[in-house]
């Protein structure tokens, strides 16, 4: 057999079937695709590659998916920190939105944040902010993979007027990328308490016709509860579902503020939820009963959120504290076991996504996303259980290799299609102007 590229490991984990490890095994890749998994010994024999990498010390896994981000956000890293989430949007991060988001901040925090993200082993991501055409084009340039979000608000922001004239560009841009490779578009209103029932209603026959998910802050504190039953008498779960956006569709983000009779609702519906554990700790946001939601069956994938509130966008990092924090809010050490807390961060996410057919798991005819972590570090060592290690012992700076649809991101630590000093310099700008205008302010 001939291939493209042959990679030896240590360990792949495929992800599915759940909770295996494959020893002394080798992945091969040709035409972006997974073409073969096998026994190393086996694969040096049988294949013929133009690529060979060793990896013997590394654990092969699926490349994560970020599955809730507002890349371009990066350019806010620690900018108004310590704050609960009203006071941190009205006072803050809103302010800032209005007076610098443009087409040049998108492209520089987006370029900034997916360079991150391929330093830990992240190879999707669903974004969710203003100018996504920028979003898009970084991605495509970089060669990331990505869900759009098709942002909608009721209210006027650099990108559009209102929230039909929102809508309309969003149909027009899912019109344009719709036969890009490695971009997918999702439907992003920002919350129930910022986009009224009219858009929402024409959302729900716009992701029906187009089959595109609907990504949505949704129950992420108590005061979003308390503010919608002022307003509209009703809860925000029992509103959207009573304007029909409880379905498979709909992808809620957050998702901290539950009473058991939603969690069933929403169980039926088959809808998926995004845990974000470390953005919802820092703003003292509530806690996701990730338990409780899988004992209902339903999906729930992991993202980091955006690194103004986290601050950073490493999944492996996630990873740790969703299983973590699971325990101690369930009192179960068995609540969230390494294998879950990686297949939400691949498997799950992709389902989200609708990408499952594609991404998610290490399987034979999928998209070759993979990432190689060096688990020789000594962290991690010694190693009785490399899928354990990824979960609670391993950094991203073991990351040493990422794959996108069998082009290599990351090679040897070190990025293969960002240019790091341009991402260094822009930064440097940002942060002076950015500082200047805080300065001028207080």
């Known amino acids: 057999m001939h291939t493209e590229t042959l990679i030896h490991a240590k360990w ?47 654990a092969l896994i699926p490349g994560l998916v970020n599955t809730h981000t507002h890349a371009a956000m990066s350019l806010f890293r620690g900018l108004a920190d310590d704050l609960p989430l009203m006071t941190w949007l009205n006072d803050h991060i809103w302010p800032a939105e209005h007076k610098w988001v443009h087409e040049e901040f998108v492209a520089d925090g987006t370029r900034l944040a997916i360079a991150e993200m391929l330093k830990s082993g992240t190879t999707c991501f669903n974004d969710m902010y203003f100018f996504p055409d920028i979003t898009a084009r970084v991605a495509q340039q970089i060669g990331m993979r990505s869900s759009v979000g098709l942002i909608v608000t009721d209210f006027p922001t650099a990108w559009a007027d209102n929230a039909e004239h929102y809508i309309h560009k969003a ?19 920002h919350a129930p308490y910022t986009v009224s029932d009219q858009p929402l209603k024409q959302l729900v026959t716009l992701a029906n016709e187009l089959d595109v998910p609907i990504h949505m802050h949704i129950h992420e504190t108590q005061d979003e509860i308390n503010g919608s039953i002022e307003q509209y008498k009703k809860r925000p779960l029992e509103r959207l579902k009573d304007l029909g956006l409880l379905s498979p569709s709909l992808i809620g983000v957050h998702m901290t503020q539950w009473t058991d009779d939603e969690m069933s609702h929403f169980a039926r519906s088959n809808a998926h939820v995004v845990h974000c ?9 509530g806690f996701c009963p990730v338990k409780q939601l899988q004992d209902h069956g339903i999906n729930v994938a992991l993202g980091t959120d955006g690194a103004a509130s986290n601050n950073d966008l490493d999944m492996l990092g996630e990873m740790r504290t969703a299983a973590l924090l699971a325990k101690g809010v369930a009192q179960d050490a068995s609540a969230l076991p390494a294998a879950q807390a990686l297949r939400m961060a691949t498997l799950n996410g992709a389902i989200a996504l609708g990408l499952q057919e594609h991404i998610g798991t290490l399987e034979v005819g999928k998209e070759a996303d993979v990432v190689a972590i060096d688990l020789g570090h000594i962290n991690t060592l010694p190693v009785f259980n490399p ?12 990351v040493s290799d990422v794959w996108i649809a ?37």
Do not use: M
Request: charged share 20%.
């Open 406 to 442: 069998g082009k290599r991101q990351i090679a040897n630590g070190k990025h293969t299609t960002v240019d790091v000093q341009r991402i260094q310099t822009n930064c440097q700008q940002w942060q002076a102007k950015l500082s200047a205008n805080q300065l001028s302010s207080d």
């Open 387 to 398: 899928l354990s290690h990824i979960v609670y012992a391993a950094g991203r700076e073991q």
């Open 12 to 58: 792949i984990i495929p992800v599915e079937p759940h909770e295996v490890v494959l020893e002394n095994h080798s992945l091969a890749i040709a035409d972006n695709k997974i073409k073969a998994i096998l026994p190393t010994a086996q694969a040096r024999e049988e294949i013929d590659a133009e690529h060979i990498v060793e990896l013997l010390n590394h």
């Open 277 to 285: 554990p470390e953005s919802n700790l820092k703003l003292a946001s």
């Open 171 to 189: 149909v027009e841009l899912h019109d344009a990328l719709r036969n890009e490779p490695l971009i997918s578009t999702c439907f992003a209103p």
